[in-house]
């Protein structure tokens, strides 16, 4: 039994026994978020800047609202209207052997290239300043999951909520998902609802209403993930047709695994198997072996995983010939004139 079974009710007598625990130890961290922010909001802990725009893209939730496409969208956006950006990170999780950035910063790479520079370092102030020694033209610092850290100012908070599951089960970490409770969205300048393709529109607009009601003043924008096309680890691509009809092995590491089967079987694969693991978990080449195996028993023809689990398949001593990631964007379909303006002001 895993987490995420635990978190959304499931597991039976077990899992009643382990949400109890659970619940204990959100008590602790609900506390303990908000003595932080009563020090923030009452000027108590410093707030530093940086000299440049500083723009926060964050969760609500831990993981899984689909913040690196995202990123690469404004990002991408960004330079096309004449900024220079750069991308301040705390780069969670190990990097894969021999690599320079963690997971998510090695996707933005691919995406975006050497471009736009990316610094990944814990203590945010000090990776701001870093950035700004390294590539002084930068005019642009977007804040990698930077809601809850607050003590690096930031001129915009952007906050992403999937729009399946925006509020976390409605329990704090660790019994749900949530980092705040969901009126933290009151300090929100702007809120895009990701994966708006995956609710009906009477959902949606359930969600859109709530979200005017935690945040008043905030812009909401909604945006759809949209599949590209399909990545193998040696950086070829090939079109998303390859995978329908055939039977695959879903593999995936991130925060929504259940929205990432939805997209296979939306490309009309037939998923036999699927092995999920928790976000930025390091694939290990026994595991991967692993894997492998369970495809062949299942019948299937691929394995097919994610952008972010790709740069930890490919630094792997070997891989399966059938080894292919959907690569994915970010589609901002209501608000992204209105966002954009607010972003690069």
Request: proline fraction near 6%; glycine fraction near 10%.
């Amino acid at each position: 039994m895993d987490l995420r079974t635990i978190q959304s009710g499931g597991g039976g007598a077990a899992g009643a026994l382990a949400r109890a625990g659970l619940a204990a130890l959100s008590c602790g961290y609900t506390a303990a978020t908000a003595a932080r922010n009563a020090l923030y909001e009452l000027g108590w802990a410093p707030v530093h800047r940086l000299p440049v725009r500083t723009v926060s893209v964050g969760n609500l939730v831990a993981g899984g609202t689909g913040k690196t496409p995202f990123t690469a969208w404004l990002a991408s956006r960004a330079r096309i209207a004449g900024r220079r950006p750069g991308i301040l990170s705390r780069g969670y999780g190990p990097r894969p052997a021999g690599a320079d950035l963690s997971d998510e910063g090695l996707v933005l790479f691919d995406l975006l290239g050497a471009s736009v520079p990316q610094v990944e370092d814990p203590d945010r102030v000090r990776g701001g300043g870093a950035l700004l020694a390294a590539h002084p033209a930068t005019d642009l610092v977007l804040l990698d999951d930077g809601f809850q850290h607050r003590r690096l100012g930031r001129d915009v908070d952007l906050v992403l909520l999937d729009a399946t599951n925006p509020f976390g089960y409605g329990r704090r970490l660790p019994r749900g998902t949530l980092r705040e409770p969901p009126d933290a969205l009151a300090r929100a300048h702007a809120v895009v609802l990701t994966r708006a393709e995956r609710v009906e529109p009477p959902v949606l607009e359930e969600v859109f209403r709530e979200v005017r009601r935690l945040a008043p003043k905030a812009l909401v924008a909604t945006a759809r993930t949209r599949p590209t096309t399909l990545v193998r680890a040696d950086g070829a691509t090939a079109p998303l047709l390859d995978v329908k009809g055939r039977s695959v092995l879903a593999y995936a590491g991130i925060g929504n695994p259940r929205a990432f089967r939805g997209t296979l079987e939306d490309l009309g694969c037939r998923v036999v198997a699927d092995r999920f693991v928790p976000d930025h978990h390091a694939l290990s080449l026994r595991e991967a072996d692993e894997i492998v195996r369970a495809a062949s028993a299942a019948g299937a023809e691929r394995i097919v995983t994610t952008r972010k689990d790709l740069v930890k398949w490919r630094a792997l001593a070997r891989r399966p010939d059938g080894l292919v990631a959907v690569d994915v964007e970010t589609d901002v379909t209501e608000g992204a004139d209105a966002l954009l303006a607010l972003v690069l002001l």
